[in-house]
């Protein structure tokens, strides 16, 4: 599974893997993917090749928050590949 934690908790923030859109949830700010192990082994190789911000700027109630980058590498955490999209609220 590929989880995508927003920094801080965004929702509706939408992700690419592998040609598949998939979006945050709009309480957490994280977004699940179901992978198979060989996506696995892509993501953790190369994960810039696969994993892409589908929506860099995201509407919210006051203003818009703006992909500001990855905070580290894809990290396993248990049965999770886990990511940290960083992004920046604006007004």
């Known amino acids: 599974m590929l989880a995508v934690r927003t920094d801080p908790p965004i929702p509706d923030a939408s992700f690419s893997f592998a040609g598949t859109t ?39 109630w006051r203003g818009r928050a703006v992909f500001a980058g990855w905070l580290g590498p894809v990290r396993p955490d248990g049965p999770l590949d886990m990511a940290v999209a960083s992004f920046r609220v604006v007004s």
């Open 22 to 60: 998939f979006t945050s949830d709009p309480r957490s700010g994280v977004a699940l993917l179901l992978i198979s192990g060989e996506e696995h082994d892509r993501l953790v190789t190369d994960p810039a090749q696969e994993l892409t911000v589908t929506t860099p700027a995201v509407p919210l």
